[in-house]
């Protein structure tokens, strides 16, 4: 124990910033992409949704390192669109904070796409077509209507982005590498740390990560349980 409370004390915070601010930013960005791509899935042609959907969902299926390497390959500053993204905007993606955002967006886009899609298919379809009826343009059926009634599917996918893009390893550290205090995250750091054989500092790290994932998960099941009993009364 004293071992555990000496590490504890000495630990630096940075993978966790990191962490936590790239999951952040990818959940973000990972909502309004997902709510986008879900809705058009939604209104295609049976084909082209199945086309669609089987594009969107394969970084969920792919090894995460298949999927670093497909970005390495895309954002590398040896290849045309890499040179166009740093000439032209300065941009570079590789071995910094942008990759690791890239990396972890990439990786749980699909989590909140199936998620939002799967709302929107549950959505009660009179209730749009009585909001057309009243004259109601698209834009406000989707916001008051659609969204209020798809919103706890949403809520839930955006909270599991989050965590899976907190704990990205495989493609950030092909695309964004482990640059301590900038692309250094948590999930790197305990492969480090097990590398150099320090399973103390690890097993902290693990603990923490554990912890965070706990409170993660009980939050989404507060949230979206009091989202549902919600949406019941207003449905009624």
Known sequence: MEQIAEVFQNLDWSPLYISLKTGAVAAVISFFLGIAAAHCAVKASPLKKAVLDGILTLPLVLPPTVAGFLLLLLFSRRRPFGIFLYEN???KVVQSWAGCVTAAVVIAFPLMYRNARAAFEQVDENL??????????EAEIFF???MPQAGPGILSG???????ALGEYGATSMLAGNIA?????VSQ????????GDFVTAG??????????????????LVTGKKLKYVKRWHK
Not at 158 to 164: C, G
Not at 181 to 185: A, L, N, P, R, S
Not at 189 to 196: F, G, R, S, W
């Open 89 to 91: 905007f300065g941009i």
């Open 189 to 196: 750091k305990i492969a480090m740390v097990m590398q150099d």
């Open 181 to 185: 205090g900038k692309t250094g995250t």
């Open 144 to 146: 008051k209507v659609v």
């Open 204 to 221: 902290v790290w693990t603990g923490i990560v554990g912890l965070i994932a706990f409170v993660i998960v009980l939050l989404m099941n």
């Open 128 to 137: 749009v077509y009585a909001g057309r009826t009243l004259g109601m343009p």
């Open 158 to 164: 955006t909270i599991l982005t989050f965590a899976r």
